[in-house]
């Protein structure tokens, strides 16, 4: 039976490349689809084949968006080595924003090593912080305080972070961390 998983998996692997190069779906698609279905060997295969990371589909995501919550950490960092870690959707989301909703602590910290903006907003002024406080992952909004999450960004409509925060703890958290430094 594990002979059997084994080949099934090297021929999604072959089949993915084979439309790739045949042009069936392109490799921009496939990839983005293989990286939302969590299809890891198949994603590496696409990767090695000159798929670009930094193509958008309809709605503006890129494969790094699509692994933010499905690909082990190392999978997301080699994505990001390649792509671009910054790279938002239509809506100005970022693979970083949607990791912290997520409450992908582990792709959180690999997007962030790979230089990911920790106070980027989207479209509505909204931050990674912000979601990662609002769904009370704790690990997350942490970890995005320690790499310098600004606690006092505003959301188009004023929100904060603070203000979106449900959970005690995750208000502690907010409210005992250091406020950005501004320029002199």
């Avoid at 909204?126 to 960004?153: P, S, Y």
Wanted: a positive charge.
């Amino acid at each position: 039976m594990v002979r059997i998983g084994r080949m099934l998996s090297a021929l999604g692997v072959a089949l993915a490349v084979g439309w790739a190069a045949a042009g069936v779906a392109g490799p921009a698609e496939d990839l983005i689809n293989a990286a939302s279905r969590g299809e890891t060997r198949v994603v590496q295969a696409l990767l090695s084949n000159g798929a670009s990371v930094n193509a958008k589909d309809n709605d503006g995501k890129t494969a790094v968006y699509s692994l933010r919550s499905r690909l082990r950490r190392s999978s997301a960092g080699a994505a990001g080595e390649r792509g671009h870690i910054n790279a938002k959707t239509n809506l100005g989301a970022t693979p970083l924003m949607a990791a912290a909703f997520d409450g992908h602590r582990d792709v959180v910290q690999a997007l962030l090593a790979k230089g990911a903006d920790v106070n980027a907003k989207n479209s509505s002024g909204v931050t990674a912080l912000m979601g990662a406080a609002f769904k009370a992952h704790r690990d997350v909004v942490q970890a995005l305080l320690a790499k310098g999450a600004d606690i006092n960004a505003q959301a188009d409509n004023g929100v904060t972070a603070l203000t979106l925060a449900r959970d005690a703890k995750i208000r502690a958290l907010l409210v005992k961390a250091p406020s950005p430094r501004t320029p002199n």
